[in-house]
Nanobody, 121 residues
């Protein structure tokens, strides 16, 4: 049973930093892209950043220069280092991963349960 477990959310003042982690486990053959999304109250879920299994990254314009996505393939873990946080960054942050469970399997998207990030002004 594939699971993605996020950690590292919390309450921080504007200008502060947080580091989110997301570890994938359970019958994994390979992982392609890993990504972070977020969803603020009353808004749609939006992509924050994505990283391929070779380390290429893409970040949304609203976090460029402030957030950095990285991954540790040996640990099946993706990270999101968030700096210069703003109140508008307040949201539930979700990780997602394209996971293949065998050599003949097609990759499927799996999601974590989400972790709350609250930035106070």
């Amino acid at each position: 049973q594939v699971q993605l477990v996020e950690s590292g959310g919390g309450l921080v003042q504007a200008g502060g930093s947080l580091r989110l982690s997301c570890a994938a486990s359970g019958g994994i053959f390979s992982i392609n892209d890993m990504a972070w999304y977020r969803q603020a109250p009353g808004k749609q879920r939006e992509l924050v950043a994505v990283i391929t299994n070779s380390g290429n990254t893409h970040a949304a314009d609203f976090v460029k220069g402030r957030f950095t996505i990285s991954r540790d393939n040996a640990k099946n873990t993706v990270y999101l280092q968030m700096t210069s946080l703003k109140p508008e960054d307040t949201a539930v942050y979700y990780c997602s991963a394209e996971i293949t469970k065998s050599r003949t399997d097609y990759p499927q998207a799996y999601w974590g349960q989400g972790t709350q990030v609250t930035v106070s002004s």
